[in-house]
């Protein structure tokens, strides 16, 4: 059967688009063992589909599917659903399947409310989906009752059929990488914890299973050799078992799998040996739910984790070269501006070189919507209204939306006040083997102050300085190419010509072949009235349009018309080949 698995758009707009334009992997997983039982399986990721909705038609016109899988979460189901709507009035006879944490909460009220949408797959979905493809193909709903883990409309009643039994081993799942392409991995399914607005425990189960670290490690591989190098690891809590992961470092080492990749982790469950072992195979990031400074705001989002162990987690984080991210929900039952403090407080002690602040939001399959549905006797047709999510705060009389604000405000701008502070408090292990990697970790750091994210932010104080700090820091570890060249273009901006030309010098002696470098080299000698250096430089890039740019403003200043005729004709050529 021809089928489109499509991740479809969010309501609101993103600050950072980061945070909604990544395809679950679960989608991977479905599609890989639709694949392997020989269906044919594309994967659309259309989170931004809405913005060029015509499209959605065009596309559906084109490929004409048999079957659409949306995968939704709560806050993308209007998305999924605008699609299924128009699908079904374009092509009424594809069969149209909601999936996800989305629909496996809230399947009841869909397929009462929503009658373009056909059927539902509830939880862990990828045999559920193949079998209720295979009944769909053989047109045999007459036992459509028996397929584990559906819920369909009969008549007027909305039927489910009972659970679905968990996959037992992972690895026996086909590899996705074997038929697509992506960024995400996951290499276990369930989280033992039971935080009270997080949905994950009732999805997946408190009891987590693993992949084994040769399936994973192959997994990677796999995608390496597709030149993919950069992996986001969204398990719940990526270090749960530490053995397993120390194995699954030494085989990405083993396997010279020169990537990077962020993981998301408990404060109770690293160690430096196990922080060790994942930046020596390339983690780079990993992400904390810290969530509150208040142990008592903590305890009542039954987050059962204590200051201590978030002090440890990341000085020990951040001491390895990993930069330790920060969760943080405000906005919850009994905040006030004291407890904020406390939250801030909590921050100075921790410094975290990222944080992300979000208001506590209430969604299906969480403690804290059954609570909320107890105590406002809503029921799930709250969902009709197209929003989102609700925000906790809404339902909290002893709340109101000018404080939250006030509250998100205050947290954010004394953070990004000390951020800078911050990243000078950095305190490394003094450990050779990881002198390359502090390199890499402090000249990553500082390339955010300088050109990344936190350089357009402009309530952070002395960005430039941070950053000439960060990168100066970088160096006295080891030659590492972003410093050379971050710490040249901060001397260059400054008018510091003789000082940028020595950087990056010595950055072009590590690095004689990089263009970024010699080219900026070129530049501060241009600066400095030093044409026939500059020229040495340009012109070791023929082919480059920038360089030959430079060359021919080079000669224009020595006065060679000729020289600079003959640059232009090949800046023309240049620019004629990289249109066509
Ligand atoms: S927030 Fe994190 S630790 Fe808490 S239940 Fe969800 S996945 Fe587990």
Redesign the pocket.
């Known amino acids: 059967m021809k089928i489109i698995l499509i991740y479809p758009y969010f309501l609101d707009e993103r600050l950072q688009v980061e945070d909604v334009r990544v395809v679950p992997i679960g989608l991977y997983y479905i599609g890989a063992v639709l694949k392997e039982n020989q269906h044919d399986v594309e994967i659309v990721n259309w989170y931004d589909i809405h913005k060029t909705p015509h499209k959605i038609e065009e596309t559906l016109e084109e490929k004409r599917p048999d079957i659409i899988g949306v995968s939704i979460m709560n806050a993308n189901r209007w998305g999924g659903i605008d699609i299924a709507k128009i699908t079904k009035k374009i092509l009424p006879e594809v069969k149209t399947v909601f999936g996800g944490i989305g629909t496996t909460f809230l399947w009841q009220h869909l397929l009462t409310h929503f009658k373009e949408i056909d059927f539902a797959v509830l939880g862990e979905g990828e045999y559920s989906f193949l079998n209720l493809v295979q009944c769909i193909e053989k047109e045999n709903y007459d036992r459509i009752n028996e397929i584990k883990g559906i819920a369909f409309r009969k008549g007027e009643k909305v039927i489910k059929t009972s659970d679905a039994e968990i996959i037992q081993d992972l690895d026996l799942l086909p590899m996705p990488s074997k038929y697509f392409e992506f960024h995400h991995l996951s290499s276990s399914r369930g989280?033992p914890?039971?935080?009270t607005f997080?949905g994950?425990?009732q999805f997946w189960g408190r009891k987590v299973r693993f992949h084994s670290p040769e399936y994973f490690s192959d997994q990677i591989e796999r995608l390496y050799s597709k030149g993919i190098t950069f992996f986001y690891v969204s398990d719940?809590?990526f270090t749960m078992r530490k053995d397993r992961v120390i194995q699954i470092c030494k085989k990405i080492i083993e396997k010279d799998l020169q990537i990077a990749w962020f993981a998301i982790s408990?404060v109770n469950h690293v160690d430096e040996e196990i922080l060790y072992w994942m930046r020596k195979a390339g983690c780079i990031q990993i992400s904390y739910?810290v969530e509150s400074g208040s142990e008592k705001i903590r305890g009542i989002l039954n987050k059962n984790i204590k200051t201590d162990d978030i002090k440890r987690a990341f000085a020990m984080t951040t001491k390895y070269g990993i930069l330790a991210r920060a969760y943080f929900i405000y906005g919850s039952p009994g905040e006030s501006y004291e407890t904020i403090q406390e939250t801030i407080n909590l921050i100075h002690e921790i410094k975290p070189l990222s944080t992300i602040f979000y208001i506590l939001d209430i969604f299906p399959g969480t403690a804290l919507y059954e609570d909320f549905k107890r105590k406002t006797k809503l029921r799930d047709d709250i969902w009709l209204k197209r929003i989102e999510d609700i925000m906790y705060f809404e339902s909290d009389p002893r709340l109101s939306k000018d404080e939250i604000l006030a509250f998100g405000q205050k947290l954010k701008s004394d953070y990004f006040s000390h951020l800078g502070e911050f990243a000078d408090a950095v305190e490394l292990a003094d450990n050779k083997d990881l002198y390359k990697s502090h390199a890499d970790f402090l000249s990553r750091l500082a390339m955010t102050f300088s050109h990344g994210d936190y350089a357009a932010i402009e309530t952070i104080p002395e960005k430039e300085e941070v950053a000439r700090r960060l990168y100066e820091r970088s160096l006295s570890y080891c030659p590492n190419h972003r410093a050379y060249l971050g710490l040249g273009i901060i001397k260059q901006k400054r008018g510091e010509y003789e000082e940028s030309v020595q950087i990056l010098s010595e950055g072009v002696k590590q690095y004689p072949d990089s263009k970024p470098l010699v080219t900026c080299l070129g530049v501060s000698y241009m600066k400095l009235n030093q044409y026939e250096e500059a020229l040495k430089c340009f012109l070791k890039f023929p082919d480059s349009r920038e360089a030959l740019q430079y060359a021919a403003a080079c000669y224009r200043t020595l006065g060679d018309s000729e020289k600079e005729s003959s640059i232009l004709r090949r800046l023309e050529r240049a620019t004629y080949e990289a249109s066509r």
């Open positions: 989280c914890a039971n935080c997080c994950s425990p719940d809590t408990r739910g």
